[in-house]
């Protein structure tokens, strides 16, 4: 079945610095792909978006691909904020006889921006 | 409008209690999800409904759980009897189409999660 794999936390940084979380997916289709984040305490609310190869989703200074050939929707940002630091989410999802599938997630990578 | 609304926001039951958490979705949006959130397992989707009606409930742990939707704007999620393990966070979720992207997809949007614990 669909799958989605992202890179393990947590992952500290400092203050300005580049970062990348990567993830590859799997999928019988042509998914749709995500990366949400979710804040301390509060529910999963969508970052970024591609829903076809080489769309590029972008939000709040941060950047993913949609790599058809490499499977792959890395995110990244070219310089973090205190403020960064939550759970970020890549996910996909397949249209289904013009329906929608579920949203597959990854396991979570936990973000920690040190001043 | 106010996003998908959740309640309660924490919940503390004792073993073998009756919980039921309540979901408000998204005006419009006719899919809903349950989800659960803990640290050992992540997010697990437990169910799904489109148009009110149940289409994957493949998640849901044991026959202890169960979820209804009676109309567009509301849904449920009991657990009975209640055991420690089930403590953890639920997320409601809704979505709708956004014709405005080609393809067109479907965002969810996330309430804020009602925090369960059993003792």
């Known amino acids: 079945g669909d799958s989605v794999t992202q890179m393990e936390g947590p992952v500290t940084l400092s203050e300005e610095a580049f970062l990348t979380i990567n993830c590859t997916y799997t999928?019988?289709?042509?998914?749709?792909l995500f990366w949400y984040v979710q804040y301390p305490g509060e529910g999963l609310q969508l970052l970024l978006k591609?829903?076809?190869?080489?769309d590029k989703g972008s939000n709040k200074g941060f950047e993913a691909t949609y790599r058809k050939e490499t499977t792959s929707f890395h995110l990244e940002k070219g310089s973090v904020q205190v403020s960064d630091s939550a759970v970020y989410f890549c996910?996909?999802?397949?249209?289904?006889?013009?329906?929608?599938?579920?949203?597959?997630f990854g396991k979570g990578t936990k973000l920690s921006v040190k001043p | 409008d106010a996003g998908v609304i959740q309640s309660p926001r924490h919940e503390v039951t004792e073993m073998g209690q009756e919980v039921t958490l309540r979901c408000k979705p998204i005006?419009?949006?006719?899919?809903l999800f349950w989800y659960r959130q803990t640290m050992m397992r992540g997010l697990e989707l437990l169910i799904y409904?489109?148009?009110?009606?149940?289409?994957?409930d493949s998640g849901m742990p044991e026959d202890r759980f169960s979820a209804k939707m009676p109309n567009a704007s509301f849904s449920t999620l009991k657990i009975q009897p209640s055991e420690p393990r089930d403590s953890a966070v639920y997320f409601c979720?809704?979505?709708?189409?956004?014709?405005?992207?080609?393809?067109?997809?479907?965002?969810?949007?996330f309430g804020p999660g009602t925090r369960l614990t059993v003792t």
């Open positions: 979720a809704s979505s709708s189409r956004d014709f405005r992207s080609l393809p067109p997809y479907y965002e969810q949007y």
């Open positions: 999928a019988t289709g042509y998914p749709s």
């Open positions: 591609a829903t076809k190869a080489d």
């Open positions: 996910a996909l999802s397949e249209m289904i006889g013009g329906s929608q599938g579920n949203l597959i």
């Open positions: 005006s419009g949006h006719d899919y």
């Open positions: 409904f489109n148009n009110n009606v149940p289409i994957d």
